[in-house]
């Protein structure tokens, strides 16, 4: 983990509610695709913790939801330079991916498949993404993961874009090695209910540090308790303990 | 002594300013960012008898200058403590580390209390009678004077390290609560723990945590822990360590004044990891700013 002040170099609207930011600034620590930063806003007392999309060596680059209060502060945001910390939670391990991954990404869970679908790209993996969104207006990102060279599928529940219903409609025609999943609780607990291999999800908490200290995010597993910032976001299928 | 130095219950510490329990886990992780012997010493999550999950999530909500947390006393069980973490805390940090226990029986608390006396590492217990998140435990050991005597007499039984009564907020009279521990045997009183506090998320119109209630810390309590501090040091001889919201040099500073030997910062870890070191650093130059000589010398300059 590291502290550290990144300038806001963009921040736009991809689509009615979610958000692009590139932040610049020290990007060292951001080593696994699937970590997370924490940024700090003013007249907010807690940091908001935002999954990585994409990074290089001087920026990294989130995208967000307006959910809330400090999202909403967020958006309003321009040139400011902000406080963020870097290099939160573990990441996917792409070592076990296998020739085929599939990913499969739920609105505002896609961001950080992004870097992940670079990573094993680049690792000469061929991935397949399946992005799911609710509605056409909602989808973004598609056209950048097809740049990256992975086969994607979109799917949306109301069947106004791509395929009508949830991305395991649409894993049902893909033939993969292995699975990682970023997405609503709901599309996880489907994802590892329909999967047919091993895999990787990462969850999302209501967070107060972010680095592991005041245990307000942990979670029962079936390997023990876990706190989704530090020994997660991201859970491997086998270790999951379903309980709400 | 330096010029920072206070006496702890009969330990010297470099500087007043102490981690809060629940704030700094066991001192490990923080001490990947910076030397942790900086701090005048810290106080380890919150040990109870056996080991416990704590409270369902969500456990933390964001409030005006502070935070709501209901975690529940999430930790590994005092075994584990004793066996696990201060094993690994060993190699980071060589002051003597404030020991902070929960209980759901005075059995328990003396349990447990008879178990961390044996640990060499331990200069302290922090006995928290103030959780506001356990039901059937915690803060109701603390809202009646007779039970926090209770408790203070029986943890004294079993150890000779200095032990120190962590205290609620959320109570009628404070004073005679910390005056009930003094005279059962107390070696020093802490307060303030965290404020009962409760937010509603307008979008489903429901409590925001999961327990529905939880304990507010953060800048916004900071005036009511600073006259509670002033109130209680007022009517009992023994140390007092102030806490509730501090979060910079000038705050431990005010804390000092208002009675308290030392001090602990709690939700401000959190939001800085490096708060204590910042404030640490700070102290010199607000010690220089308000002319004051040694921090030992204004402990309850207030009065």
């Known amino acids: ?244 | 002594m330096g010029k920072m130095s206070v006496n702890l219950c009969g330990i010297t510490l470099d500087n007043p300013v102490i981690p809060a329990s629940g704030t700094f886990g066991f001192g490990y992780e923080f001490a990947e960012l910076y030397d942790i012997n900086i701090l005048g010493t810290f106080s380890f999550k919150g040990t109870t008898l056996n080991s416990r999950f704590g409270n369902p999530t969500p456990r933390i909500a964001e409030c005006t200058a502070g935070m709501i947390n209901a975690v529940g006393l999430q930790n590994p069980g005092v075994d584990k403590v004793i066996s696990e973490e201060l094993v690994k805390l060993k190699k980071c940090f060589n002051k003597k580390v404030m020991a902070n226990v929960s209980g759901f029986s005075v059995d328990e608390y003396v349990e447990t209390c008879r178990l961390i006396d044996a640990c060499e590492q331990v200069g302290w217990l922090e006995v928290n009678v103030s959780c506001p998140n356990v039901h059937g435990g915690g803060m109701s050991f603390g809202t009646l004077p007779e039970s926090a005597a209770e408790v203070t007499r029986a943890v004294k039984k079993v150890t000779t390290k200095p032990v120190i009564l962590k205290l609620s907020p959320n109570v009628t009279d404070i004073v005679a609560i910390a005056k009930a521990c003094e005279e059962a045997g107390a070696d020093g009183i802490s307060l303030i723990n965290t404020m009962l506090g409760m937010r509603i998320d307008l979008k489903s119109k429901k409590p925001v945590i999961a327990n529905k209630m939880g304990g507010f810390s953060g800048p916004a309590i900071f005036p009511v822990a600073v006259r509670m501090v002033y109130q209680v040091s007022s009517a009992v001889k023994i140390p007092v360590v102030g806490m509730g919201g501090v979060s910079t040099a000038e705050d431990v500073v005010e804390m000092m004044l208002a009675g308290a030997t030392a001090v602990e910062v709690g939700a401000a870890n959190l939001v800085n990891p490096y708060a204590c070191r910042d404030i640490i650093e700070d102290l010199p130059r607000v010690m220089e700013k308000y002319r004051i000589d040694s921090l030992e010398s204004i402990i309850g300059g207030a009065h």
């Open chain 1, 1 to 244: 983990m590291k502290q550290g002040l990144f300038k806001i170099t963009k921040n736009i609207p991809l689509t009615d509610s979610v958000y692009l930011m590139v932040l610049e600034g020290d990007t060292s620590d951001i080593t696994v695709p699937g970590q997370f930063i924490n940024i700090k806003l003013d007249g907010q007392f807690l940091r908001r913790p935002i999954s990585v999309c994409d990074v290089s060596n001087k920026d990294v680059t989130i995208i967000y939801k307006v959910v809330g209060h400090g999202t909403e502060l967020m958006s309003g945001y321009t040139n400011e330079t902000i406080d963020v910390l870097t290099g939160l939670g573990n990441g996917y391990d792409t070592s076990l991916s296998g020739d085929r991954p599939v990913l499969l990404g739920g609105g505002v869970g896609v961001p950080p498949l992004y870097l992940l679908a670079k990573k094993l790209i680049e690792e000469g993996k061929k991935p397949s993404v399946i992005l799911g969104f609710n509605t056409k207006n909602e989808i973004f990102y598609e056209d950048e993961f097809r740049r990256l060279g992975a086969d994607v599928y979109v799917t949306t529940v109301d069947g106004s874009y791509g395929i009508k219903g949830f991305v395991t409609d649409a894993l049902k025609s893909i033939d993969y090695t292995y699975f990682y999943t970023c997405g609503p609780e709901p599309m996880l607990k489907a994802v590892h209910k329909a999967s047919t291999t091993s895999g990787q999800l990462s969850f999302e908490e209501r967070m107060g540090c972010g680095f592991g200290a005041c245990m307000g995010c942990s979670c029962k597993t079936l390997t023990g308790y876990k706190r989704i910032c530090k020994e997660g976001p991201v859970m491997l299928k086998e270790e999951i303990l379903w309980e709400k």
